[in-house]
């Protein structure tokens, strides 16, 4: 009906202050794109955490709206204190327009583009589109972009300025003009990527990026990515693919 519509718009407009509010003086750092995102939040948390910087985050990968506001709500105490001043939020494709103004992002991670959700996104030529319309409004902006990834470069060139690359060979890294081997514990070659990717946004967030790579010796993946546990004396490998692109990538690691 009429009335609950204007409800719903009353509820996103009293929501959008609140997270404009728990988010101010938090240093926000976002990463969207296609797969990867989950990993590449949790690497970058990790190795924050690591060299000293607490941070919150998302981890559960409620990316859509509600769910980023969540994650800034439990930031703040009862006051309405900030606990943490440095957030990593990863966010869902067609949101990123709706949070790029409140949050303020310092650094924007772009994975990797590729056909997803067709229904939703269309394809990947037109997900470069929504991106290269909601990054207008994000002048002030770093741009972590996947120098391998056809569609994240083209839309580094698009976007023109403020656009840093990431690019792997093998198990090395060339992040910043410099090269790193990266722990054996991460062998998968997306995974390598998604390393890469998170060791370019402490770059330019301006911390030491050696020391924390050290860090990653001891990273843990998130639910369901290469998630190893044991059940009943059985070892159990976890893994989740939503489009054809993560399924491949999965099949030729396995």
Known sequence: TIQKKIQLAHEKINLSEKIKNDAKNVN????????????????????????????????????????????????????????????????????????IEILKPSVIVVTNIADDQTYRL??????????????????????????????????????GQNCYYYSVCGNTILVAGKRFVIPDNIREDYNIENTAAACLCI????????????????VKFPFGRMERFCVERTNVLLVLAKNAVSTNAVISAL
Do not use: P, W
């Open 203 to 218: 770059d330019l967030l301006g911390y030491s990026l050696e020391k924390a790579i050290e860090t990653l010796n001891t």
């Open 28 to 99: 926000t750092v976002l990463v969207v794109g296609t797969n990867g995102k989950t990993t590449v939040s949790r690497f970058i948390s990790h190795m924050l955490e690591g060299i000293g910087i607490h941070n919150f985050s998302n981890r559960s990968g409620a990316n859509m709206y509600n769910g980023i506001a969540t994650a800034y709500g439990l930031n703040c105490t009862f006051f309405g204190r900030k606990k943490k001043k440095t957030a990593i939020i990863e966010c869902d494709e067609l949101y990123v327009n709706q949070v």
């Open 122 to 159: 269309g394809n990947a030529a037109n997900t470069v589109k929504i991106f290269l319309k909601d990054f207008k409004n994000a002048q002030q902006t770093a741009f972590c972009l996947n120098k391998d990834n056809t569609y994240a470069a083209e839309l580094g060139n698009e976007i």
